[in-house]
């Protein structure tokens, strides 16, 4: 054998050797910025939603008296499905975002095929959940004969109280928690909007080719 075959040989075993696998470089660039950023303020978002939420529920258990009461606070025919539903939506939104950001910022480079699916898969559930969210309110509220926490509170937001169930807070309190859950919903879709961004950027990424090992040395 020839020395011009053992040395072709031998970078042929060096090249099989040291050839790693291929990848996409990671996710970046101003679409990942904004979508952080926007998935940032839905969890903000969120966290309020719940607390605001959440305490006009505790009010109303609270403050709700039986029927053997002569004066009642609350009226007979109520319905606390969208104050319920806020709060539970909210608490998807909120868990969902959290992971979301978790996931992004731990997994952005070891694991960029994950951290893009979750990208598309988190405002999507964030999506359902402001729409459901949004629109236990607006069903019941089209009702005549049904109250609501936030339509009650704000029908007697005007009288001033100096114990709970304080009329104007609840109202006020169950206006913010339901505007936010409105403005989930076009936060939601931006949030899409910029994970496709950064999906088509990430396509016109270079591949990176990862190499194990080094050149032995004789």
Request: charged share 10%; hydrophobic share 45%.
């Amino acid at each position: 054998m020839s020395s011009n075959q053992v040395q072709h040989s031998d970078f042929e075993d060096f090249d099989a050797h040291n050839a790693g696998h291929q990848r996409r470089a990671p996710v970046s660039g101003p679409a990942e910025s904004v979508r952080l950023g926007l998935t940032t303020l839905a969890l903000l978002s969120a966290i309020v939603i719940v607390g605001t939420a959440g305490d006009t529920l505790a009010t109303f258990n609270s403050t709700h008296l039986g029927d053997e009461y002569m004066l009642p606070l609350w009226p007979k025919d109520f319905d606390l499905r969208p104050t319920t539903a806020l709060v539970v939506c909210g608490a998807i939104i909120t868990i969902t975002s959290a992971v979301s950001l978790a996931v992004s910022v731990s997994l952005a480079r070891n694991k960029p095929l994950i951290q893009s699916s979750v990208a598309f898969l988190a405002p999507g559930v964030c999506l359902i959940a402001g729409l459901i969210g949004t629109s236990f309110f607006y069903g019941v509220n089209s009702s005549n004969t049904v109250s609501s926490i936030q339509s009650w509170s704000c029908q007697w937001s005007s009288i001033p109280m100096d114990a709970k169930p304080h009329w104007g807070t609840l109202c006020k309190e169950s206006k913010a928690a339901l505007y936010l859950m409105v403005m989930m919903i076009p936060l939601q879709v931006l949030v899409l909007g910029a994970a496709a961004l950064g999906a088509v950027s990430q396509t016109k990424q270079p591949v990176v080719v990862e190499r194990k090992g080094s050149p032995a040395m004789s």
